[in-house]
Protein backbone atom coordinates (compact mmCIF):
# COMPACT_ATOMS: atom_id res chain seq x y z
CA UNK A 1 0.00 0.00 0.00
CA UNK A 2 1.02 3.48 -0.91
CA UNK A 3 0.06 6.77 0.53
CA UNK A 4 0.52 9.55 -1.58
CA UNK A 5 0.40 13.59 -0.12
CA UNK A 6 -0.06 16.59 -2.57
CA UNK A 7 1.24 20.12 -1.20
CA UNK A 8 2.34 22.88 -3.05
CA UNK A 9 -1.00 24.23 -5.19
CA UNK A 10 -2.70 27.44 -5.14
CA UNK A 11 -2.76 31.03 -7.01
CA UNK A 12 -0.81 32.36 -9.34
CA UNK A 13 -0.52 35.07 -11.82
CA UNK A 14 0.20 34.16 -15.62
CA UNK A 15 4.09 33.64 -16.13
CA UNK A 16 4.24 32.66 -13.09
CA UNK A 17 6.20 29.06 -11.26
CA UNK A 18 4.36 26.53 -8.74
CA UNK A 19 6.63 23.78 -7.40
CA UNK A 20 4.07 20.87 -6.41
CA UNK A 21 5.42 18.37 -3.85
CA UNK A 22 3.86 14.44 -3.71
CA UNK A 23 4.93 12.89 -0.46
CA UNK A 24 4.87 8.96 -0.60
CA UNK A 25 4.77 6.65 2.31
CA UNK A 26 6.51 2.96 1.98
CA UNK A 27 9.81 2.16 1.69
CA UNK A 28 9.70 0.72 -1.99
CA UNK A 29 9.33 4.71 -3.43
CA UNK A 30 11.91 3.51 -6.06
CA UNK A 31 10.06 0.61 -6.90
CA UNK A 32 7.18 3.26 -8.32
CA UNK A 33 6.89 4.94 -11.62
CA UNK A 34 5.47 8.50 -11.02
CA UNK A 35 2.98 10.75 -12.78
CA UNK A 36 1.12 13.88 -12.06
CA UNK A 37 -2.11 14.01 -13.43
CA UNK A 38 -4.47 17.04 -13.94
CA UNK A 39 -8.19 17.46 -14.23
CA UNK A 40 -10.19 20.70 -15.18
CA UNK A 41 -13.64 21.27 -14.86
CA UNK A 42 -15.64 19.20 -17.44
CA UNK A 43 -12.70 17.66 -18.71
CA UNK A 44 -10.64 14.29 -18.58
CA UNK A 45 -8.23 13.54 -16.34
CA UNK A 46 -4.76 13.99 -18.44
CA UNK A 47 -1.52 13.01 -17.61
CA UNK A 48 1.40 15.77 -17.88
CA UNK A 49 4.30 14.59 -16.57
CA UNK A 50 5.77 10.90 -15.76
CA UNK A 51 9.13 9.71 -14.36
CA UNK A 52 10.69 5.86 -14.02
CA UNK A 53 11.43 4.22 -10.50
CA UNK A 54 14.48 4.71 -11.32
CA UNK A 55 14.39 8.50 -12.18
CA UNK A 56 16.38 8.19 -15.25
CA UNK A 57 13.71 8.38 -17.86
CA UNK A 58 10.78 11.42 -18.07
CA UNK A 59 7.55 11.90 -20.08
CA UNK A 60 5.63 15.23 -20.49
CA UNK A 61 2.24 16.17 -22.60
CA UNK A 62 3.02 18.41 -25.56
CA UNK A 63 1.23 21.14 -23.84
CA UNK A 64 3.67 21.31 -20.98
CA UNK A 65 7.06 20.50 -22.84
CA UNK A 66 9.71 23.18 -22.14
CA UNK A 67 7.86 24.77 -19.20
CA UNK A 68 7.15 21.82 -16.81
CA UNK A 69 10.06 19.22 -15.03
CA UNK A 70 9.36 16.29 -13.06
CA UNK A 71 12.11 15.36 -10.65
CA UNK A 72 12.37 12.52 -7.71
CA UNK A 73 14.39 12.23 -4.65
CA UNK A 74 14.07 8.66 -4.00
CA UNK A 75 15.94 9.24 -0.22
CA UNK A 76 12.85 11.59 0.70
CA UNK A 77 10.16 9.04 -1.25
CA UNK A 78 9.19 12.43 -2.73
CA UNK A 79 8.52 13.46 -6.55
CA UNK A 80 8.17 16.91 -7.62
CA UNK A 81 6.97 19.07 -10.54
CA UNK A 82 8.13 22.06 -11.11
CA UNK A 83 5.77 24.29 -12.93
CA UNK A 84 6.59 27.53 -14.86
CA UNK A 85 5.38 29.99 -17.07
CA UNK A 86 2.19 29.30 -16.16
CA UNK A 87 -0.97 29.81 -18.20
CA UNK A 88 -4.71 30.10 -17.70
CA UNK A 89 -5.20 26.67 -19.15
CA UNK A 90 -2.83 25.34 -16.78
CA UNK A 91 -5.93 25.67 -14.03
CA UNK A 92 -6.78 22.33 -12.69
CA UNK A 93 -6.55 20.07 -9.49
CA UNK A 94 -3.38 18.37 -9.92
CA UNK A 95 -3.08 13.99 -8.53
CA UNK A 96 0.14 12.57 -8.12
CA UNK A 97 -0.30 8.47 -9.22
CA UNK A 98 1.90 5.59 -8.15
CA UNK A 99 2.92 2.69 -11.04
CA UNK A 100 4.10 -0.35 -9.88
CA UNK A 101 6.92 -0.17 -12.52
CA UNK A 102 10.57 -0.26 -11.38
CA UNK A 103 14.02 0.83 -13.40
CA UNK A 104 13.98 3.12 -16.26
CA UNK A 105 10.05 2.33 -17.00
CA UNK A 106 6.77 4.58 -16.67
CA UNK A 107 3.35 4.58 -18.29
CA UNK A 108 1.59 6.72 -19.87
CA UNK A 109 -1.95 5.26 -19.04
CA UNK A 110 -3.98 5.85 -16.42
CA UNK A 111 -5.45 2.55 -15.82
CA UNK A 112 -1.54 1.51 -14.91
CA UNK A 113 -1.64 3.65 -11.97
CA UNK A 114 -2.67 1.89 -8.55
CA UNK A 115 -2.57 4.59 -6.29
CA UNK A 116 -3.71 8.04 -5.97
CA UNK A 117 -3.17 11.33 -4.13
CA UNK A 118 -6.19 13.62 -2.96
CA UNK A 119 -5.23 16.27 -5.42
CA UNK A 120 -3.87 20.03 -5.32
CA UNK A 121 -5.58 23.06 -6.55
CA UNK A 122 -3.83 25.38 -8.84
CA UNK A 123 -5.56 27.92 -10.61
CA UNK A 124 -3.74 30.77 -12.50
CA UNK A 125 -5.27 33.76 -13.20
CA UNK A 126 -5.17 36.19 -16.61
Known amino acids: QVQLVESGGGLVEAGGSLRLSCAASGRTFSSYAMGWFRQAPGKERELVAA????????YYADSVKGRFTISRHNAKTTVYLQMNSLRPDDTAVYYC???????????????????WGQGTQVTVSS
Open 97 to 115: AASYLSGRYYSTARANYDY
Open 51 to 58: ISGSGSTT
